[in-house]
């Protein structure tokens, strides 16, 4: 029994590692794909150039490079398919022209927050973005471009290590991890933290107190309202959410890839699957991250909700009961039938009579 338990746990490993790849797969397409409907129905989206930008280098990535990875990886991995010399050069192309384009993408995306933020008055100082992201696919081509001047693949036989860490780039595998993984960190670590390092100078700034604003009186209630709380929160704190998120996403999804690259071939063939879908996760985290905590996203994301879900009767009834609704209905004309001029003449004659009958009886 805990000989065939042994025998089964590698195939029960590749099988758990198959379906959470092919999750990660299904994240990638179905949440880029509606991030980019989304900013394309975003009016006044100041960066929605560069998120275009993002969610088509993941879509790529999704079509292309993830599928190979669930087909073609090595023997330790998840496929068993073995691709050709000519397909596993342009596996080795796309992967090493991709991942470079998604990562100097998120630098680009976090240097034009950065300009945003702390120099909005200053559109002179911006490059436009068409000219930022012809020079990221430009440098990605060039990355792409060392993955062809490596070993070629192996015959048939033997594994063809298609990818960039079993030997695609060849003596390229260092200048490739420094300039795709290590520049891109530097610049979203710079950028971030002078937002950070603003937006903390902007909430620990006191106050300034309005125009035609009474002084505080001297009140033992004024005294109270003045008061510190009990346990007082970091007024930066929200400021510091943004900022630590896409840092942390980012050092967590790429830096055991990078960290692969700069070790030997043999190491980092051994980790190659689990690094590989690690860095590969972050296609599937870009919409989450970097759309919806936007709020125009947001916005457009909940009216498109209520255009697309039907309203319930419950909801119709309870709007009813509103404040307003119910004045406007209380200062409506009454739905009666109206008096006629004949009508009202006899009506008249009759409470005459009644006040004349309840006047003699009181006398």
Known sequence: MANATGLNAPEVA????????????????????????????????????????????????AASIMPLGLLAAPPPGLGRVRLGPAPCRAARFLSAALLPACTLGVAALGLARYRLIVHPLRPGARPPPSLVLTAVWAAAGLLGALSLLGPPPAPPPAPARCSVLAGGLGPFRPLWALLAFALPALLLLGAYGS?????????????????????????????????????????????????????????????PYGCACLAPAAQAAAAEA??????????????????????????????????????????????????RALLQHLQRPPEGPALGPSEAPDQGRDLTERESLSMSEAT
């Not at 993002?54 to 790529?60: Q, R």
Request: hydrophobic share 50%; glycine share 6%; charged share 15%.
């Open 274 to 323: 689990a690094v590989t879908w690690i860095a590969y996760s972050a296609f599937a985290a870009h919409p989450f991250l970097y759309g919806l905590l936007q709020r125009p996203v947001r916005r457009t994301l909940g009216r498109l909700a209520r255009q697309a879900l039907p309203r319930s009767p419950r909801a119709c009834a309870s709007r009813a009961w509103h404040p």
């Open 195 to 255: 937002i950070f390092l603003v937006a903390r100078r902007a909430a620990l700034r006191p106050p300034r107190p309005a125009r035609g604003s009474r002084p505080r009186s001297d009140s033992l209630d004024s005294r109270l309202s003045i008061l510190p709380p009990l346990r007082p929160r970091p007024p930066w704190g929200k400021a510091a959410l943004a900022p630590a998120l896409a840092v942390g996403q980012f050092a967590a999804c790429w830096l």
């Open 14 to 61: 590749a099988s758990m590692g198959l379906i959470l790849a092919a999750l990660v797969e299904a994240a990638a397409l179905l949440g880029n794909g509606a991030l980019l409907v989304l900013v394309l129905r975003t009016p006044g989206l100041r960066d929605a150039l560069y998120l275009v930008h993002l969610c088509v280098v993941d879509l790529l990535a």
